[in-house]
């Protein structure tokens, strides 16, 4: 399984765009790039997921690289309420979902008024 | 409402007292995982399963086993807890069946245990 580095903080003021970078050297070829975001006591949330270029959804974006070894996501105007741990996951995804998975430390948005 | 329920969300135990946390999705997925999360170590998958009697492990599956006898649920039993697994504990189901991407992991929230 692909290991992942990501920042472990990042202070972001209300209004601007963040990107938040995960490096993962090691991906495989059936590895799917996934971003969870989690709140304090509360179970992950699914925001987006890629496999290579790049994705949009009405949340985010996730930037994928021709080598995939890093991707980057993408929150456009940060609010307060985007303050939460943002998670970068890869691995495979097969035709009914996850199997072994290994999340990274994640990364800790502070949103700032 | 397509939803992950556990239960329960909080328990205080003493050492050795075999308990078990329960996990039901409603969603008829295929697979389910048990992860723990601990401060600084994020989250890591303890046991995972990709259908009824198909069990795996995890990354941390020492001290849990796990049962799938039907596609709903999903329990983790700690047969002889120890203060090392004090931890917050969740529940996740993925699959196709919800209707949603499949690429979709649903997680609980939360089993909150204490081992004293």
């Known amino acids: 399984l692909a290991k992942t580095t990501q920042p472990i903080s990042m202070d972001s003021y209300e209004g601007q765009e963040v990107n938040i970078t995960c490096s993962h050297n090691n991906i495989a070829t059936n590895d799917y790039i996934t971003w969870y975001q989690q709140f304090p006591s509360q179970g992950p949330r699914f925001i987006i997921q890629?496999?290579?270029t790049k994705v949009t959804n009405e949340v985010a974006s996730l930037f994928i690289p021709a080598d995939r070894k890093s991707s980057t996501l993408s929150l456009p105007r940060v609010s307060l309420s985007d303050t939460a741990v943002y998670y970068c996951l890869v691995g495979p995804v097969s035709s009914g979902g996850y199997q072994k998975v290994t999340f990274g430390t994640g990364t800790k948005l502070q949103v700032i008024p | 409402e397509a939803q992950v329920t556990q239960n329960p969300r909080y328990l205080i135990t003493v050492t050795g007292k075999k308990l078990t946390v329960t996990c039901s999705q409603n969603m008829n997925h295929e697979y389910m995982s048990w992860y723990r999360q601990d401060p600084g170590l994020g989250l890591r998958q303890i046991y995972y399963?990709?259908?009824?009697?198909?069990?795996d492990k995890g990354d941390v599956p020492e001290g849990y086993k796990v049962s799938r006898k039907e596609k709903r649920n999903f329990p983790l039993i700690l047969e002889s807890p120890s203060p090392n697994q004090t931890s917050l504990y969740f529940c996740?189901?993925?699959?196709?069946?919800?209707?949603?991407?499949?690429?979709?992991?649903?997680f609980g929230p939360g089993t909150r245990l204490l081992v004293l």
């Open positions: 890629g496999y290579k």
């Open positions: 399963s990709m259908n009824v009697e198909v069990t």
């Open positions: 996740a189901s993925s699959g196709l069946a919800s209707g949603k991407r499949k690429e979709t992991q649903y």
